[in-house]
């Protein structure tokens, strides 16, 4: 397996990989995919990164700011999906570290996330590394199907703040 930097001619198998995403009903409050310039609008053009096995995409992660603010420049929020059939093969935590270590070489100094609370998976992939979990939200929004969910912040500082 390898890590590199997502192109737009990946963008079928990444969108395919988000909708498995959306299909467990605990990785995202989003309902569908949306096209690529939608997606490229709203994701920085920085530490998009594919985890690629044999010309086979296996998960991906990007990163999208949090605020229009100059101040909060380097606080980022993490998108990480792993496809269904690479699910518990080391695939997010590869993508993860190295999201970590590229998005710190750009300037990036808080990375952060908000997880369904029932997202196992995904907790403990951020907890290995790195992120704390810094705050709970109750019932913060609601699914398609009518089911509210808690979610709950994460972030991972950069040690390098000086």
């Not at 590229?102 to 996330?113: C, I, N, P, V």
């Amino acid at each position: 397996m390898k890590i590199r930097e997502m192109r737009p001619e990946d963008w079928n198998d990444v969108r395919r990989i988000y909708l498995e995403g959306i299909a467990t009903g605990i990785a995202t409050f989003q309902q569908s995919a949306p096209e690529y310039e939608d997606w490229d609008r709203g994701h920085l053009a920085d530490c998009r990164l594919v985890a690629e096995e044999e010309g086979h995409i296996l998960g991906w992660t990007a990163l999208s700011a949090t605020s229009s603010r100059p101040v909060y420049r380097g606080v980022v929020e993490v998108s990480l999906y792993v496809g269904a059939d690479s699910r518990g093969k080391g695939v997010g935590k590869a993508l993860m570290l190295e999201l970590i270590a590229r998005s710190e070489a750009k300037g990036y100094w808080t990375l952060m996330s908000s997880v369904f609370a029932e997202n196992a998976a995904s907790r403990a992939l951020h907890k290995a590394c790195g992120f704390r979990e810094v705050g709970y939200r109750e019932k913060i929004a609601v699914a398609a199907d009518g089911k509210w969910h808690d979610t709950i912040l994460i972030e991972r500082r950069s040690p390098f703040i000086r």
